[in-house]
């Protein structure tokens, strides 16, 4: 019952990252939203909502079908190509979610690939697992981000030689509602990208970066392992999405090596801010998947309102990256302020947050405080979605948290630590509880939150230089949806920053509909020099906090310095007080002895004193009966 406990709200439009929170009892209260996967608010951005208002009006509610029976429409592929565009990859396929997307694909890949052999990392998704289980393929689990675990794993399958896949081609060409050739034809060339001739076909299977501990994929090394075992990489990106990468596309793109992921799983729930699902990657692979993926062939497609408003975000966050890297300008704030504060914070290099509670009922407790004492929102994290002992706050900050909103958390966390006794930071370790579990140290944590500085410095300055110049074409150019757009986004996500702060439900926006076009060009000017000056406000504040962290941990070292030192005073007291204790004792002792062996030289003598006594009285009987027979005589 700790687990299956759910938050009703309503969320408003112009209001975020604030929502209107429904009671059971019926009562209602404004509460600041801490654990949204609507990590840029794009769910509310003018030109997405713009898009799906117009779909709506041109085609209706409803898609009309399945994909291959009239359910495709121009939507579906012009947010198809879209997405194949972003991962630069060939082709993409669209699911109804990120769970079905991966369930799906995976399933279907053994229908591909006979012999299949699936190596998985032991923190994959539970969409993952499922797909992998569903198909009824070989798995090989290797542990978290271990790629010498892999690597040995890899190895003992080498010489592994199942049979041709041929037979399994022509068996998802005779089952799969497309052309039996077209789909043959694709599966022998996905074939031979996983395996090739008539080695085993082998797919390693991760997550970029993983949800609930916000660890980040080696996905360098994965990629080298995949190349030098012949292995098909599969990549789940749904948390990176939108929020990593120069056009935003993911940790793969960031990292450079999008081109040797062979399939990429992402979502449209979650930084696109609509819904749905998909894979992108080689033609031939999405091919096979689309003749063979139970999840894509039997269910109706997404409506055109979902498309059109996804595709809309995709073209808006190629180019714009002000959203994600004030989100990452937020989550760095964050972090450090809970270090500062000695929180367990598990460290990670993603924007997601996780605090370590490591008991259900109080981590439900905590999160019923924070709602009803400080009105913020954040869902515990219990068994199964984390291991038991494992229990914790997962925190997603968002571009439209103000830094007043931050330390309103910070403060309200530090008084709920302290009042629930949860343990710190310190106590985690010294209990034993690795915080550090995916080789960051604190240092390494500091120094990756100083890039992440550096690179919204980098943003910032390409952003000035940008707006310097006048000309509405170049404005355009910049955006694909021109000057009024954008100048309409930044008004609201200001007013939606003013509305977070204050008890009002709606954020004003009916002024707007009367500006004129120079009036919207003079307003977007100025919201561009209010953006720069505050986010130059924000790095001065971020460094600021990174030098009171490290004189924090100074002043650390230094009480952790004076504690020793007093421990160390405390036990020469305690060993010199333990020697005079001893020292005592012996002494006692041998007062103890000496009386012992007083009194028994005393016992010694009465008793000799009683013996010459004794003689003494045998003498004198012995007197008296001579006497007394000589008496006796002289009668």
Sequence with gaps: ?????????????????????????????????????????????????????????????????????????????????????WHGKEAALLFTSGFVANEAALSALSAVYPGLLYFSD????????????????????FKHNDMQHLRSL??????????????????????????????????????????GGGARPKVIVLESIY????????????????????????????HAVGLYGENGSGVAHHLGVSSQVNLINGTLAKAVGVFGGYVAGDKNLIDCIRSCARGFIFTSSLPPTVTAAAAASIKYLKRSSKERWLQQVRSSQLKLLL?????PLIFNSSHIIPLLVGDPKKCKAATDM???????????????TVPRGEERLRITPSPFHTEEDIMHLVEALTDIWRRLELPSAADCMQRGICLNRHGKQQQQLLNLLQQQQQFVQHQAAANSSSSSKSSSKNNAQMC????????????????????????AAAAPAAAAANITDTEQQHHQQNNISNWHEALQQQLLQQQLLQQQLMCTQQQRQQQQ???????????????????????????????????HRQHQHHRQQQQQQLQQQQQQLQQQQQQLQQQLQQQQQQL
């Design 1 to 85: 019952m700790l687990y299956r406990v759910f938050a009703t709200l309503k969320r408003e439009r112009g209001c975020l990252p604030s929502a209107l929170f429904h009671g059971v009892k019926g009562e209602k209260q404004r509460v600041t939203v801490w654990c949204s996967n609507d990590y840029l608010g794009m769910s509310q951005h003018p030109v997405v909502l713009e898009a799906a208002k117009k779909a709506l009006e041109e085609s209706g509610a409803g898609s009309g079908g399945t994909r291959n029976i009239s359910g495709t429409n121009i939507y579906h592929d012009e947010l198809e190509r879209e997405i194949a565009e």
């Design 122 to 141: 032991k923190d994959n998704h539970a969409s993952l697992i499922a797909g992998m289980s569903s198909s009824k393929a070989e798995k090989r689990i």
């Design 154 to 195: 890899l190895e003992q399958d080498a010489e592994t030689t199942p049979p041709s896949p041929t037979a399994a081609a022509a068996s998802a060409a005779a089952a799969a509602p497309v052309p039996a050739a077209a789909a043959a034809s694709a599966a022998a060339a996905a074939a031979a990208a996983a395996g």
């Design 211 to 238: 949800s609930m501990d916000g660890s980040l994929a080696p996905l360098q090394q994965a990629c080298a392992l995949a190349k030098e075992f012949n292995c098909l990489l599969y990549v789940d990106e749904v």
């Design 339 to 343: 270090l500062q504060r000695d929180l």
């Design 370 to 384: 924070l709602l009803n004492e400080y009105h913020v929102y954040i869902q515990p994290i219990n068994y199964p």
């Design 480 to 503: 694909p949806f021109g000057a009024a757009e954008t100048a309409e986004w930044q008004r609201q996500a200001a007013a939606a920053t003013a509305a977070a702060n204050s008890s």
């Design 561 to 595: 310095q004076q504690e020793q030192q007093e421990q160390q005073q405390e036990q020469q007291e305690q060993q010199h007080e333990q020697e005079q204790h001893e020292q005592q004792q012996h002494q006692h002792h041998r007062q103890q002895h000496q009386h």
